[in-house]
Structures are given as C-alpha cells and as structure tokens.
C-alpha cells in the first residue's frame, strides 16, 4: 500500500471491539489439526468462469423490474458515454426509497433498491461514476460489458480516483451492487480484453497516459466501495491506481471478483484490494491471475475483517518481469479480530504486521499490532519468503522513549507520545504450507509488545527452505530456516504441527525454532497439547526442536575445492563450540569433534601440533612462570596432549618455534584447550620479531574462552603481520591460574591466512553442484550454530 493514501487513515475502533465474539473465539479454539494429513499442491486455474455469483441481469429481467433502468448503448470509439449514463443513474435514483431507521439504529423498513442495467459492449467514461445509496450497476456479464477510463485530457478527473464510486453522501440502512462487469483503467491504451495470457504487455513500464500525456501517479482505480456495498463478479485490469478501494466503510462484501492483466493490459502497484479503517469487511471467492501487480489484499487499522476462500496466483517469471522478488501477497497491518480461511496462495503469503512502518501521524500515529486474529485452513504454495509471518513492532517517540501501553479506544493527542495497543491473542492452525522459500511459519518482533500468548497448532510445513537461503532476517535476529519459528512471547503454544521435508536434498534445518541468534528469546513456550499432543518432524537436516539462546557462534570463511573444504575457526563465545558437522545437500558426511584432526596447511610440523610423539615437547618454550610437559593421558585429537603447569600465579604460556613471515600478510594461531580442574580464560596469540629482535606479542582479548576439565575449548586469533617483521611465533596463554594448577593444550596451529578447519573430499563426495554446509555444536545441548555453506560448481 503506498503511502500517500495510507497516511490519511485514522483509527476508528471502539473499547467494545476489544472483546473476541464468542463465534470466533470458538472458531479459534478449536482443534481440528485437519492439515497433518498430505494435500495435493495444485491451485485451482484463474478462470472467468463464476464461482458463486448468480446469473447476469436480463433485458427480460430488467423490463419485469418497475425500479430498473437500462442504459443507454454505449456510443462506440472514442465518444463519451458519461452523460448518458449519469442520465440513467439520476433516473434510478428517483425510484429509491430510503430504509426506515429506529432511534437505535436498526433498521425496521428496509429500502427500495434500483438498478441501472448496462448493455454488453463498451462505456468510454471521462469521470468516475458516482452512485447513489440504493442504486445499483449491473452489467450484462464480467466479459461482456466494460467500463473503460477515458485518459485523453480527462485524466485529471481520474487523480486519486476511480472508474466507479459513492456518491458523497452516506445513509444509515442504505446498499448498493457493483455487479457483472469489467472496469479498465487503459493503462495500456484499448488493451485488457479476456485473452489469456502468461505476461501482462509491457511488464513493469508506466502507463502509456504517463508518457504520452504526462498524467501523474496514482490516476485511474477501479472502484471505490461504500458502506454496505457489494461488489461481485467484476473484472479489474488495466487500472494504474488502486483497483479496489475499502477505505473508511463498513460492511462491506467483496465476492466472486477476477482481477488479471490479460489481453496486453498492465496495471499500477497499488493493491489489489487496499484500504483502512473499516469494519465489517467480507472478501471471499475472488480470483487473482498471475498477470496482476501489487498486493491481492492489504488494509491498515481495521477490524473484523474476514477474507475466505480467494486464490491467488503468481510466477517468477512475472516477478522477474517487472523487476520484483514477489507480489500478490495477503497483509493485515494493524487489524484486529480478522479471519483468513480457506485461500489458496501460489507464490505469495499471509503476513500479520503492526501500522509501525507508515508515515507516524494520525491514523498511524499510535500503533496497532496483530490481535485476536485467525489464520486457518489456508494452503500456501511456493512462497517467497515465509508462509505465515507475525512480525509485533513499535517505534520511538523524540525522547527516545517506546510507546506508552493503551487500548483500541485509546487515541494519543500528545505530540511527544504514542500508544501501543495490546495484542497477541492471534490463532494459526491446520495451514498447508509447501515450498516456503523461508520458515513455514514465524513469529518474530519486539518482545516489548506482544502481550497475549499465540497459538500454532496443526498445521503442515512441507519443505521449507526450498530454493532458498538457510536462514531469514527478520530485522529482529536471525532464524534459521524451520518449520515454524517463535522469537517473541510469553506462553505461546506450539503443538499438534507436522513438519516434512521430503526431498532428496533437504533444506529444512529444524522443525520448531525458538528465538532469534542474537536478539530475543520466547519463554514458558507450550510445546504438548492439552490431550498430549506434539509436533512431529520428517527428513529434516537439524533437530527437532532448536533453541538459538544456547547456539554457538558459526564457522565463518568456508571455502571449497575439488579436495576439501576448509572454513575459520568459530568464535568461542558463552556457548562454547564443541565441534562441527557437515552438510552435503542437507545430509550429514562428517561429525568433528574438537574439530578436523589436522590444522590445514599447518605450519607446525605433526609432533609440535599433535604432541603424539615426545618430540613435539620441544618445539615449545614455555614462560617464565610455566613448566611444560607431555601428558599422555588425554587429547582433543589423539591421545596426547601438552601439559602447562603454573609454577606461580599469573599468566601461563608457551611459544612455538620461529616461522618465516611476510609482513602485511594475515597469520592465525590456533589451540585447543582443558583445564585439569578449573576453568581460566584461554587466549591464542602471535608473537612477532623484527630484523632488529624487537618482539611483539599480540593476543586475541576474547574473555569468553574459559577451559574445563570436561572437553575441550578452542581459541584462535588473526592479526596481520606488521611492517618489518622476520618471523612469527605461536604464543598460547592461559590467565589467571593459581600456582600448581595445570592445563592441557592439543591440536595446536599456526597457518597463513584464516581457515583452521578442514575435511578433505574423496573423489566420490566431490558431487558438482552440490552445497556444502558447516555448523558447529555444543557438547551439552546439541544446538547448533547458524549454517555457513558453500557449493562447488
């Protein structure tokens, strides 16, 4: 939705609209868990063809109806039928009679309703029909009569507006029908027949009034609904503007309508259907062609909305087309109490978000995130993205400060705050989702705002991940890529899901992702059912459940060629690395504990790096306060290991022998770490001499990487050598220790660059086109690291 409308909105929801009807409170409770079972992954085809609608109106038909008029016959070529059909509307208008309203609003009479009756054929307009309260247009079918914009110097009466409207006055108990037509906007000029067709003409090129005329945005839409209106079985296409506006209206039904860019037509990338602050909205049984532009729906600030059983088509070859990752999709921003049932989504997704991204006046001054909101039974094909997104979200006032906690009814008049209304409460159960680029499912956001528990039950997440990236930025951490993932909340249930991948190489990493890498982490999450039930995973790489608080940092630097691949050392942090796992094509080939048994392109030699042999003792000098010896009694790689006794407290350490050195080159020392009893702060360093003998010690300042006398702690550190450098040292230290105490130190290294880790390839692993992936893990929780990957051509 583009702003420029958006910012006109203004919230109009009531305290009483804050409470869940018992209707669908009931709808959101309860457990149907329909989606475990597999579904085809067919969308139904884009057709013309009604759905539900009844039959066009007759001549016949009209002429039996004393409150009908037909129009006159549309002129033909150029001329305008404007008049004559202004003619035809006033007429009909005389023969309504208004509803007959009690003092409580109800209405006790209902009104007399008129219909003007258009001919099949064309209606060139040089403005926007406005219709009465109670006056309906019905055409002689969606393919046989159109409405087309006249863009010639008329366009101005188009700018903000529309091919059909209300007229400016409202009435209590009033209806209209828009009904059996086509509206065309001739954004390309006299192109939008019903001609299929797998490309709208010109993908992505302004309008031709645009260039031709020098028309502004924004000119064209198709119709602008009113309150208690009805619009069914229309056409959209060709339209530069919004095609349906729902702004500021109330019950409202859309139903049975085609919106496409067939027969050479193109349109602007305004929604399909946009809009705000309305109540009472129903969009059901529309159909969106894979020629359209623009969101197929996206309201601002409105409640009880339901949008049911629409399909929505889209392709990558359109997208590409016009320049775009994707289009097409579902958004509700800021809507509370809505209901999307039953759609089907090929290639486009249902996202649930707050007003927060808008221009921050009024209406979007104070802030709405999702609330008591459902998501059921809707199959999701081929996202781009993820397939249901929840994203909570605010924003900060001058004073830097978030917005103060407030309601629905609450409407912030000071210029230095803003409410954040609650939310939460939102349900999305028995969804298919298959394909998804990203997570099937995710909930993500400020964890500041989100103040009721959601619920994510039986739903169907097949292959995430597919064609896609390992993991997704929310903008609020990182989550990789799952079934379905949760970054924010307190007590949300997650339960009855079945997560599959079922490919040959599969990309879905875990089957539930709680919190995102380094950003905030759900609590109390309900992972069994009332009745025991659980989510159930199939064929994916990970673990069932994931927890990112307790991941490790990631292997960085990966890199691959026809005999190994080689990657940087993990960055040891408060969750210690306790080795890696390899990935081909989502399928594990290597469990390294520690890490790979030999340092690449060492340049200590076996004994010194392995101290397997005795040897290896005297390739190191140890400090002044540090007695070395080799300890035959364990080993991060092997049996052995070198063992450091403090002889004072302070600092322990030791040197490697002197290496050759290339001054501005970068050189890593690396080393893996125990400690015989108590844990210290272990550091990897460089020792640097000069042509002159100056000596320069250099040392990673990571105080994370503290050893224990179970397993083993690594730490590396990369500095690029100084100017007039001869030569360079491993230097190993550990801190702090106590006189007496005494810590082992293995698969030690000094390389040339940054990778300290390989897996060599066997002529039979080496599988062009494959992708190799590294994580590493933690010994006590198994959660893994972010994936690092990389594939050979």
Known sequence: MRLSHTVRLRVAVTAAAVALPAAFAAMAAAPAYAASAAVSSAAPAYSLTSSVSPAAMTLADCAADSTCVVAAAPKGGTADDYTSLSQAVASAASRTRSAVVAADGSVTSAPVTATVLLR??????????????????????????????????????????????????????STNLVADLTVNGNC???????????????????????????????????????????????????LEYFKLWVSQVKNVTIVDNRFDNWGGAESGDEDNIGGGRNDGVVIQNNQFDATI?????????????????????????????????????????????????????????????????????????????PR??????????????????IGYSDYLDADGTSGTPGSLSDDSGDSADHYVRADGNNVVRDNVIERSRQSGIIVY???????????????????????????????????????????????????????????????TWYGVHLGARKSSAPSGTVLTGPNGEKNTTSGIVGAAVRTATLAPEGATGLAADSNSLTWTESYAGVNTVAGYKVFRDGKQIADLPVGSSAVPANLLDDDAASLESA????????????????????????????????????????????????????????????????????????????????????ATSNKAAVDSASG???????????AGSVSVQAFIMVEGAS???????????????????????????????SSYSVVSYRADSGDFSGVSSVSIS
């Open 712 to 722: 083993w702690v690594t730490s590396s550190y990369s500095v690029v050598a100084p």
């Open 120 to 173: 099949a054929g064309s209606y060139r307009l040089t403005k926007g029909l406005a219709l009465p309260v109670n006056v309906n247009l019905r055409g002689a079918g969606i393919t046989a009569t159109s409405l087309v914009m006249d863009p010639t110097v008329n366009w101005k009466n188009f700018s903000y507006g529309f091919l059909v409207r209300p007229a400016d006055a409202k009435e209590a108990g």
């Open 445 to 507: 956001g400020n964890p500041d705002v989100k103040t009721a528990a959601d619920s994510i039950t039986g739903n169907r997440v097949v292959d995430a991940g597919f064609g896609g990236s390992t993991e997704y930025n929310t903008g609020a951490g990182r989550i990789d890529t799952s079934g379905i993932a949760l970054s924010v909340g307190t007590g949300d249930a997650i339960y009855a899901n079945t997560i599959v991948d079922d490919q040959d190489k599969p990309t």
């Open 372 to 389: 008591d909101n459902l998501i059921a039974g809707n199959r999701i094909l081929d996202s781009y993205t993820a397939g249901v997104a």
């Open 188 to 238: 390309r000029t006299d192109a939008g027949s019903a001609t299929a067709a797998d490309l709208p003409g010109q993908p992505g090129v302004d309008c031709d009034f645009r260039s031709t005329l020098g028309a502004s945005t924004n000119t064209g839409g198709g119709i602008k609904a009113g309150d208690n209106w009805t619009v069914r079985q229309v056409r959209f296409t060709n």
């Open 739 to 769: 006189a007496g105490e005494t810590h082992f130190l293995d698969r030690l290294g000094l390389v040339t660059g940054t990778a300290t880790e390989q897996l060599s390839l066997s002529s039979s692993s080496v599988v062009a086109g």
């Open 615 to 698: 040897s290896g003792v005297s390739a190191w000098t140890a400090g002044s306060t540090t007695k070395i010896a080799r300890n035959t009694s364990s080993g991060a790689i092997g049996g052995s290991s070198l063992a450091l006794t403090a002889t004072s407290a302070g600092q322990i350490n030791v040197t490697g022998r002197k290496s050759t050195v290339t001054a501005g080159t970068t050189y890593t020392s690396v080393a893996s770490f125990q400690a015989s009893s108590t844990g210290r702060v272990v550091r990897a360093g460089l020792t640097f001499t000069d042509a002159n003998g100056k000596v320069t010690r250099l």
């Open 293 to 369: 532009r623009g969101n197929s729906f996206d309201f601002v600030n409105s409640i009880r909305t339901t949008v049911k059983n629409n399909v929505v088509h889209t392709t990558p070859a359109v997208a590409a087309a016009r320049g775009v990752n994707e289009y097409g999709n579902m958004y509700f921003e800021g809507l509370t109490q809505a209901q999307a049932t039953g759609n089907t989504l090929e290639g486009a997704h249902i996202v649930l978000t707050s007003n927060a991204n808008y221009t921050h006046v009024a209406p979007n001054k104070d802030i709405t995130n």
